[in-house]
């Protein structure tokens, strides 16, 4: 069962993927997939299998099915580098659809939004909707409730007596609410518990608050 948030006046779910579903406006909205990451990293010599490359794509694909949103929206981060030899892959994927993307630029998006577009994947450097505003990069101090990505938060927990585990998670500080990485091969960063508000961890296929 995903759990159910109140922010910024609105309801959401928090998906042991990493993603959010927002009931009302039926979307999905999710950061940091990093697609062609491992093309990306096996061009330049590291030993990854191949199949890595395909479980982003599991994952999104039972994202759709699960909720079966009118649109995607991904704050950032969708691609991670150059068009290489996992684009063909994105591309099919995209035309099986019948959702409507639409991408806020992150970093790392660095290809030419005419190829983004030319897959009627609507490009943007930021969205409002009903009073949240959504960006890649996350800003603390800002009065603005927004939900963005970037960080690829994760927190260090003591799993038993002894064990600890860094585990993804979502979490909130003022007016922000941060999303973990969507994408199989992401890295992440730390962040300690007294410093945000309110943090949900993902663990065992589930969301939990702590």
């Known amino acids: 069962m995903s759990p159910k948030i109140r922010f ?92 409507q993307f639409r991408l806020i630029v992150g970093n790392h998006d660095i290809i030419d939004p005419k190829r983004f577009l030319a897959l009627n994947i609507e490009v943007l450097d930021a969205l409002t909707l009903h009073n949240i505003t959504f960006s890649h990069y996350p800003d603390h101090e800002s009065e603005v409730y927004r939900i963005s990505g970037h960080l690829h938060p994760a927190i260090r927990l003591r799993i038993g007596s002894a064990e600890k585990r860094t585990l993804k998670c979502f979490y909130i500080k003022n007016k922000q609410f941060v999303l973990p990485s969507f994408g199989y091969f992401t890295g992440n960063t730390r962040i300690q518990q007294p410093e945000v508000d309110q943090v949900y961890v993902i663990a065992e296929g589930e969301v939990i608050a702590i």
């Open 8 to 99: 910024a006046s609105q309801d959401f779910e928090l998906d042991a993927s990493g993603a959010l579903y927002w009931p009302s406006q039926k979307a999905v909205i999710l950061s940091d997939i990093h697609l062609g990451k491992v093309a990306h990293f096996r061009k330049h010599g590291t030993a990854l299998p191949t199949e890595a490359q395909y479980e982003n794509y599991h994952r999104l694909t039972k994202l759709i099915e699960r909720y079966k949103p009118q649109q995607m929206l991904i704050i950032g981060d969708l691609f991670h580098s150059t068009i290489n030899s996992e684009w063909p892959v994105f591309e099919r994927f995209v035309r099986a659809q019948q959702t």
